[in-house]
């Protein structure tokens, strides 16, 4: 083993989750210790209870250091000095508490908001000022004496731009231009998410509203700069990429080296503020056709001679900054590495992707919930009154789909009815159903017929349901295929019964693609795919 593998092996092994275990807490430091010096037991508890006392005091006076070089690096004017404090509110902000670490935000997000009073006079103003007759583009262009009528409007225009700004904006801005800041603004907007997910804040989100504004504008295509990632990069960024790997994890060295081998690319998106870190990276496998399932990317097959391959498959794409949630880099860096690879290797015709479908299983099974219970109520009506059914209900399950499950659920699981019998199977956190051929025959048509209504059919506010769907159609792909059994692992069945999807990237339609799609929230997919769903309304 050479020295970088080594390396990489040590620190991904070297987590600090496990080095913590090694360490004692303070009172079990206190337990040890009175046990052995016997008597000394009440001193050693008296002992703790000061420390925590100490801790606890010292942990308020930190947060108010905190506090205050907050204030000065949005207050200061001083630039000799203003990196000194940037620096020691960016130190101080990273040693707090969690806990410490919301309160500050909180307050960040209320006391330094925009001043409403000011907005609410100035636009009082602007309302009370008379437009000079005709008044317009074209008046705006006339003689000097219609730009005197306007020097009000512009100066009162001025005023109300510069009044909509928090001022939270300033801290911002700063640490935008001051070394290691624009990390410091990622971790930060991190925890303001966070914040979120434990509650709904107006004012904290508003704070996220406007910093992911910012951080969108200054992650611009313009400032970040792609790379080809290879095996002969430094260890400190290929652990990166073993650590930040979201959808397929990179399970050893030997794993990590063929991803970055023959055969294969890694492209990362890199900004010169955060630099040997990539922002988001794509793997991509050149193969000779549109791989169906991931076992054939990752293991079964060796990799073709490059000059063969007439595909390029993006089957994993990962961002490394939680921070960067919701700003969509994966849209431009896909475009450009479609561009890349098509400059250097002109024989590859195809681009496409192997995709998880993260949120099929859990619409799966809510529908399969909420039918099951419709179908015995409904069962319930006709027998009372005769009525032929209720309004949400739908038979989701074709007839000899319902026959096949119900002679199945004798010997494999209970249910009343095929929905019932197929939430059961579904249901079951040990997948026990995937290593039976029976039921897999028996699943597979009724899953890969809901597997493209769910991708074609399911929206929200008019786009895709599924999240990796939307992305890929935003970007002007089109549902190509769905593969069954893609994905055997215990994530790929608990996300979507082990069902993958290909999106095709077209050349010549990928902008026309992109657009119908926001438009009109229209999804471009193969007959193949349609013909699973045709019954159903496309338009």
């Keep these: 083993m050479n020295k970088k593998s080594l390396a990489i092996l040590m620190r991904t092994r070297m987590r600090p989750s496990d080095a913590s275990k090694l360490d004692l807490s303070p009172v079990m430091q206190h337990q040890t210790q009175s046990n052995s010096r016997g008597n000394q037991t009440d001193h050693s508890f008296s002992q703790h209870g000061n420390d925590n006392l100490n801790a606890s005091i010292n942990n308020e006076r930190n947060f108010e250091s905190v506090r205050k070089s907050m204030h000065s690096a949005i207050s200061m004017n001083k630039t000799e000095v203003l990196d000194a404090v940037l620096n020691d509110f960016s130190e101080g902000y990273f040693s707090l508490s969690h806990e410490n670490r919301r309160k500050l935000l909180i307050i960040l997000a209320k006391e330094y908001d925009l001043n409403r009073v000011q907005v609410r006079e100035l636009i009082q103003q602007y309302l009370g000022l008379e437009l000079p007759a005709g008044s317009g583009n074209e008046a705006q262009s006339g003689a000097v004496e219609e730009e005197g009528l306007f020097s009000t409007f512009y100066r009162i225009e001025r005023s109300l731009r510069h009044a909509l700004k928090p001022t939270y904006e300033v801290l911002f801005e700063r640490l935008n231009t001051h070394p290691g800041g624009l990390k410091s603004l990622t971790i930060l907007r991190a925890d303001i998410l966070s914040s979120l997910a434990d509650e709904n804040i107006t004012s904290l989100r508003a704070l996220d509203s406007y910093l992911k504004e910012k951080l969108g504008t200054w992650l611009s295509p313009a400032t ?257 295929r769905i593969n069954w059994m893609a994905d055997q692992s215990e994530k790929g069945l608990s996300q979507s019964a082990g069902i993958m999807v290909n999106y095709v990237y077209r050349l010549d339609k990928i902008e026309e693609y992109a657009q119908s799609y926001f438009g009109a929230g229209h999804i471009n997919a193969s007959s193949d795919i349609k013909r699973y769903v045709e019954e159903h309304d496309m338009a």
């Design 224 to 480: 970040l700069e792609l790379h080809l990632i290879t095996w002969d990069d430094p260890a400190s960024l290929l652990e990166k990429i073993v650590a930040y790997e979201a959808v397929h994890p990179i399970s050893n060295l030997l794993d990590l080296k063929r991803r970055l081998g023959v055969g294969r690319r890694c492209f990362g998106y890199f900004h010169p503020a955060i630099p040997g870190e990539p922002l988001i990276f794509i793997e991509v496998a050149l193969l000779k056709h549109v791989a169906q399932t991931i076992q054939e990317v990752l293991w079964n097959h060796p990799p073709i001679p490059e000059s063969e391959a007439a595909c390029a498959l993006f089957y994993s794409i990962s961002s490394t900054q939680p921070g960067l949630a919701g700003i969509n880099l994966g849209k431009f860096l896909i475009k450009r590495v479609i561009k890349l690879v098509k400059r250097d290797m002109p024989h590859i015709s195809t681009f496409a992707t192997l995709s998880p479908i993260p949120g099929f299983m859990q619409w799966l099974l809510s529908k399969l919930a909420s039918q099951s219970m419709l179908t015995e109520a409904k069962d319930t009506s006709q027998s009372s009154n005769g009525q032929s059914g209720l309004t949400f209900w739908e038979n989701i399950l074709e007839p000899e789909e319902e026959n096949t499950l119900m002679d199945l659920s004798e010997d494999f699981v209970t249910g009343k009815y095929g929905v019932e019998v197929m939430l059961n199977l579904l249901g079951s956190t040990n997948h026990e159903w995937a290593c039976s051929a029976e039921l897999l025959s028996a699943l597979k048509p009724p899953l890969m017929r809901l597997c493209a209504r769910y991708l074609l059919l399911e929206k929200k506010r008019g786009k895709a349901l599924d999240s990796v769907a939307n992305f890929h159609l935003q970007n002007g792909a089109m549902v190509e």
